[in-house]
């Protein structure tokens, strides 16, 4: 049916560029500071990724995830977030809440001390500027420079890897800056205290000896389904603490996220997850967190859209904000 030449039709177009979640973009390079309760932060790389055994394509990763459609998407005249409506509990969350998008990080592919070096730069200007750092990857080997800056600002604070990998190798055919051994480097700094890994299926036996020999706290991904999430958050996360969190979006059943870039069988539903997420966000003060292994390795909207909406409901159990119920 033809539109009424009198009648109105609303915009007529929308901003080229997506953003994550609507979010204002913000130049961490000019701007003087960060008005922002998060900062996004892409990191599009999968230098990581050993090549030819590993699939990559997660460099694709924070634009996959810009591009997946949430309920979480429109930005107000003021700057803050629309907010989403959950049908489930009746409530506008996130509404107010100040989302930044800062950005990709500049990869400087080959020159993986570069990258690294820029990204835990990046991650450490927002959170000194005050805004919770939610850096979106690219492969997993991201997490060692962005808990590194986070760790900087924030000094000690405990980690908690969600996946169903370690990834707590000393070295990966000789190279200690992988994405199967970046946590083994995160559990080296200083700055971090305990170390509690969720959701592990698919371990080498020489990385679980080392986890024992270390004082990694762990549970299976058995562990998790027998005793449920929040239980075991509850036994082995630290109350008031600093939490960094990694969350691999791999620890969810393979058939969940077949465009991740190593989808295991037998994990954990995407209610289990938000379920664990909820329990985290609830232990503590959540420092940062990244989402990680996104890939375009075989194209598919469901795993961005799964990966954009664990953003939101851990955004939302962080800073939950629920206003009057009623859909607004
Ligand atoms: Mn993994």
Redesign the pocket.
């Known amino acids: 049916m033809a539109v009424h030449p009198d009648e109105p039709i609303g915009p007529l177009t929308r901003p080229g560029t997506r953003t994550f979640f609507g979010a204002p973009q913000v130049d961490l390079e000019t701007a003087e500071s960060l008005e922002a309760d998060v900062g996004f932060l892409g990191i599009p790389t999968d230098q990581g990724v050993i090549i030819p055994f590993i699939r990559s394509g997660a460099y694709a990763g924070p634009r996959l995830v810009r591009e997946a459609r949430t309920r979480l998407r429109e930005t107000r005249p003021d700057g803050t977030s629309a907010g989403w409506f959950d049908i489930e509990t009746e409530r506008q969350y996130l509404e107010g809440v100040r989302l930044a998008d800062c950005g990709d990080v500049l990869i400087a592919s080959g020159d993986v001390q570069l990258s690294w070096g820029r990204t835990t730069a990046a991650a450490r200007r927002i959170a000194e500027r005050g805004a919770m750092v939610v850096a979106v990857g690219g492969d997993?080997s991201i997490s060692f420079p962005v808990g590194r800056g986070v760790a900087e600002v924030f000094g000690n604070v405990d980690v908690v890897h969600i996946?169903?990998?370690a990834?707590f190798a000393d070295s990966i055919y000789g190279s200690k800056f992988q994405?199967g051994s970046q946590l083994r480097r995160l559990f080296e700094l200083p700055t971090t205290d305990r170390f509690t890994a969720l959701g592990l299926r698919?371990v080498d036996r020489d990385q679980y000896d080392d986890m024992k020999r270390l004082g990694v706290v762990y549970a299976s991904t058995a562990t998790l389904l027998d005793e449920g999430p929040a239980a075991v958050v509850d036994r082995l996360v630290r109350p008031g603490r600093d939490l960094y969190v990694s969350i691999?979006i791999?620890?969810l059943d393979g058939g969940l996220v077949p465009g991740t870039?190593?989808p295991?069988p037998g994990g954990i539903g995407f209610r289990q997850l938000r379920e664990l997420l909820v329990a985290i966000a609830a232990k503590g003060r959540i420092a940062g967190f990244d989402i990680v292994?996104t890939s375009a390795a075989q194209a598919d909207v469901h795993t961005s859209m799964t990966s954009a909406w664990l953003i939101v409901h851990f955004l939302t159990a962080i800073l939950g904000r629920p206003s009057q119920g009623g859909g607004a």
């Open positions: 997993h996946d169903a990998h990834d994405h698919a691999d791999d620890v870039t190593l295991e292994e």
